[in-house]
């Protein structure tokens, strides 16, 4: 992740990220120290000061790639095993199993449809926003009717 285009968004990340106190940062950049409190909440400050301190985001790409890489090494694990002895539900073929089944929640394939809230669609991005319009099938139809 580059700075972040705003220098004084990018200046609290690197203080945050060094361990200083929010007093001491809203003193020093001249922020009030509740309008500092908000800004050190932003997902983009958050992520800016992840990096900063090298741990690792755990985002929804990132569970989905996993979750992903399970499944294939199980799978892949469960096909070189075949002739040799059976897989059974209790064996690679369960990990493959319960990882497309965390897969199938986390994209909203069974179960309780998750409920989108208007704010949180606001806050997309535009690439975030074709994602989700490919997730959900594509843009509509223009001759449909509605």
Do not use: C
């Amino acid at each position: 992740m580059p700075p972040l285009l705003n220098p004084r968004h990018d200046a609290v990340a690197e203080a945050i990220a060094a361990g200083q106190d929010l007093a001491t940062i809203a003193s020093t950049l001249g922020y009030h120290p509740r309008s500092l409190t908000k800004l050190a909440q932003r997902t983009d400050i958050v992520d800016r000061v992840a990096e900063l301190r090298g741990v690792l985001a755990v985002d929804r790409r990132w569970v989905v790639s996993q979750l992903r890489a399970v499944f294939e090494r199980a799978m892949l694990t469960a096909s070189a095993a075949g002739a040799e002895k059976p897989v059974t539900a209790s064996g690679k073929e369960a990990v493959a199993l319960k990882a497309l089944e965390l897969l199938g929640k986390e994209l909203g394939m069974f179960g309780a449809k998750r409920a989108i809230d208007a704010d949180q669609l606001l806050k997309l991005s535009d690439a975030e926003i074709e994602g989700l319009i490919d997730a959900l099938g594509g843009p509509p139809d223009q001759t449909a009717e509605r």
